[in-house]
């Protein structure tokens, strides 16, 4: 593990995103996989599926058992990259409470603690007084994870003080919309601690916190671990380009 210092932690060039390689090559190079899967487009609830592949030619292995996790309050839209497609359904937009369909970068780890005592592969940083993430679609900032004290002109109206909220004391950031980020196709996405099985989320995914703490100990960026957000309507059109595991395996 090592312990970052950032301005912006969207800017962390050691992290692949869709945007600069298709899903399907992010899904080539990966040997972790965590698939987060839901009924439906609408659906809060959903499962949590952990996969491992001694090579990336490999098969996908599940690790342990399917874990509950909630989603956006209204369910699920299509992230920015694969909108473009024009399939079916919902699209991911900045403040529709949807979580985003997509292949992603997970990591860095963030917290409360100035150093974790969960012992933790992936990079980490101490979430302070001034931790933002910014959700100002106007903003140079928009979806950037910053210390706002390192900025000497900021520039937003709005942004999540991390600090203050308590689901953050675990958590990780979900690479979404985060190289070149679109504006108004939807920000600061983490996988954070829940606040009940049937809690749905502002567009992140949330879990229980201990079951959260063991995954995050789990992932290796080694490994290459990536997240994949999906309804079972969209697993059915991409799981053959995509070559996903079959849910449930």
Known sequence: ??????????????????????????????????????????SVNGKLQLYQRARPAS?????????????????????VE????????????EGDERSPVGVFGLGPVF?????????IKLDYFPLTETSVCVDDEKSHYYNQVLD??????????SGEQMRQVP?????????????????????CIFLHIWRGIDRGTAGCVAMDETQLVKLLATLDPDQKPLVVL???PAYQLIKKEWDLPQLGD
């Open 59 to 79: 098969a996908w292995v599940a690790i342990g058992n399917p874990l509950p996790v909630v989603v956006g309050r209204k369910g699920l839209g299509w992230g």
């Open 167 to 187: 689901l953050y004391n675990w958590g990780s950031v979900i690479q979404y919309n985060s190289e070149a980020a679109v504006s108004g196709a939807g920000s």
């Open 1 to 42: 593990m090592r312990l970052i210092l950032f301005i912006s932690l969207f800017l962390f060039a050691s992290l692949a995103s869709a945007a600069q390689q298709s899903a399907a090559k992010l899904l080539e190079q990966s040997k972790q996989l965590v698939v987060v899967f839901t009924p439906n487009w609408q």
């Open 148 to 157: 706002s004290s390192k900025i000497q002109k900021p520039d937003w109206s």
């Open 111 to 119: 917290g409360y603690e100035s150093y974790p005592s969960t012992p």
């Open 230 to 232: 999906l309804s079972e």
């Open 82 to 93: 694969l909108a473009k497609n024009k399939w079916p359904g919902p699209v991911k937009k």
